[in-house]
C-alpha cells in the first residue's frame, strides 16, 4: 500500500499569512494526487486535483504543486473560513489512501 | 444540483450487519465510479471501497475485505454498502463520494452528508 505522510500533523497561523502543507508519498504517484480540506462535522470538499489543478469555485489563493513522491498545498493568504482540517489523497492505486491530516488552526 | 444522500446507520452490536444507501440525484449515476470512505470519531479520512460506473469492477480495503460488499444500481441511483461481521473498530462515520472522470487524478469531487454508524454492545 502507498502510504502518504502529510506534514506538519498542525499549525497555528494568522489571517493572511502564508501557509504550506506538505505530503510526500512512499512511492512514486505521478500526479494522482488530490488536496481536499474539512471542517468540524462537514463532508471533505475537493480543492486541487491532479497536484495543481484548481477545482471549479475554489479560491486561487490556494495552489498545489510538486511531483512524483514530494508535493505541496499553499494558501498564500489564510481567510477566516480556511481554518480546517487539510487532506492529501493518492489515487495512483488500490487501496486509495489519505494522508492523516493537517490542521489548520487560528493563531 | 448534484446530491448524495447516506441513509442506513445506526448502533449495532459487534457481529452484527448494516447496509447503508447512498442515493444520488443531479447526475448520470451510471457513468461514474463511486466510493466509500469513512471516518471514526476524532480521526482522519479512511478510504473502504469502490465500484465502477458498471458494477463490474470492484475493490476493498484490507480492513474490510471479506466482511463489506459494494454494489449499485443504476437503475435506482443507488450505491450500497453491506457490512457484515462487524467490529468496534468500524465505528465511523461513512461518506459515499463521487469520482471525476477525465482528471488525471480521479478525485472525489462530491460527497454525501456522511451517515454514523455505531458499533457497540
Known amino acids: 500500500d502507498i502510504q502518504m505522510t502529510q506534514s506538519p500533523s498542525s499549525l497555528s497561523a494568522s489571517v493572511g499569512d502564508r501557509v504550506t502543507i506538505t505530503c510526500r508519498a512512499s512511492?512514486?504517484?505521478?500526479?494522482?494526487l488530490s488536496w481536499y480540506h474539512q471542517k468540524p462535522g462537514k463532508a471533505p470538499k475537493l480543492l486541487i486535483y491532479?497536484?495543481?489543478n484548481l477545482q471549479s469555485g475554489v479560491p486561487s489563493r490556494f495552489s498545489g504543486s510538486g511531483s512524483g513522491t514530494d508535493f505541496t498545498l499553499t494558501i498564500s493568504s489564510l481567510q477566516p473560513e480556511d481554518f480546517a482540517t487539510y487532506y492529501c489523497?493518492?489515487?495512483?492505486?488500490?487501496?486509495?489512501?489519505f494522508g492523516g491530516g493537517t490542521k489548520v488552526e487560528i493563531k | 444540483e448534484v446530491q448524495l444522500v447516506e441513509s442506513g446507520g445506526g448502533l449495532v452490536q459487534p457481529g452484527g450487519s448494516l447496509r447503508l444507501s447512498c442515493e444520488a440525484s443531479?447526475?448520470?449515476?451510471?457513468?461514474?465510479?463511486m466510493h466509500w470512505v469513512r471516518q471514526a470519531p476524532g480521526k482522519g479520512l479512511v478510504w473502504v471501497s469502490r465500484?465502477?460506473?458498471?458494477?463490474?469492477?470492484?475493490s476493498y480495503a484490507d480492513t474490510v475485505k471479506g466482511r463489506f460488499t459494494i454494489s449499485r444500481d443504476n437503475a435506482k441511483s443507488t450505491l450500497y454498502l453491506q457490512m457484515n461481521s462487524l467490529r468496534a473498530e468500524d465505528t465511523a462515520v461513512y461518506y459515499c463520494?463521487?469520482?471525476?472522470?477525465?482528471?488525471?487524478?480521479?478525485?472525489?469531487?462530491?460527497w454525501g452528508q456522511g451517515t454514523l454508524v455505531t458499533v457497540s454492545s
Open positions: 491532479a497536484v495543481s
Open positions: 443531479g447526475f448520470t449515476f451510471s457513468s461514474f465510479w
Open positions: 512511492q512514486s504517484i505521478s500526479t494522482y
Open positions: 463520494a463521487r469520482e471525476v472522470t477525465n482528471s488525471g487524478s480521479y478525485p472525489f469531487d462530491y
Open positions: 489523497q493518492q489515487s495512483y492505486n488500490a487501496p486509495l489512501t
Open positions: 465500484i465502477k460506473s458498471d458494477g463490474t469492477s470492484i
